[in-house]
C-alpha cells in the first residue's frame, strides 16, 4: 500500500516519532537546503560551518526516518560532514549540489 504526506503527518501536527526520535516536519527540506550550501560555501566559512553543524545534528532524524537506506550521498563534502570525517574543498562546478541517488536492492 502506497503512503501520502498525510499517513505520515496529519495536518496541523509538527512531527512525529520514528521509533525514539521526534521528527519534526521539514527536517528533509532543512537537510537538503544545507546541504547545498555546504557544496557552495567556502570552506571554514561561517555558513560552511554553520550548515556542517546542522547537518551533524539533522543526520539521528533522517536515521530514524530511514532516508540513508534508499539513498546515497554522493557529494563529497556532505558524505564526509555525516560520516563524521574532516570534510574536502566543496567547491566543484561540476557538483553544486548533493545529489540524492535511490538505492536499488539487490536482484534475488
Given at each position: 500500500m502506497a503512503t501520502t504526506p498525510q499517513d505520515v503527518l496529519a495536518d496541523?501536527?509538527?512531527?512525529?516519532?520514528?521509533?525514539?526520535?521526534?521528527?519534526?516536519?521539514?527536517?528533509?527540506?532543512?537537510?537538503?537546503?544545507?546541504a547545498k550550501v555546504l557544496e557552495s560555501a567556502p570552506e571554514g566559512s561561517p555558513e560552511y560551518e554553520g550548515a556542517a553543524a546542522q547537518l551533524r545534528t539533522l543526520k539521528s532524524a533522517l536515521d530514524a526516518v530511514g532516508l540513508f537506506d534508499v539513498v546515497t550521498i554522493r557529494a563529497p563534502a556532505v558524505a564526509a560532514v555525516l560520516a563524521g570525517r574532516s570534510p574536502v574543498d566543496s567547491r566543484r562546478a561540476h557538483c553544486p549540489a548533493p545529489d540524492l541517488v535511490p538505492v536499488r536492492p539487490a536482484a534475488p
Open positions: 496541523g501536527e509538527e512531527g512525529t516519532r520514528f521509533g525514539d526520535e521526534y521528527v519534526r516536519k521539514g527536517t528533509i527540506a532543512a537537510f537538503i537546503v544545507n
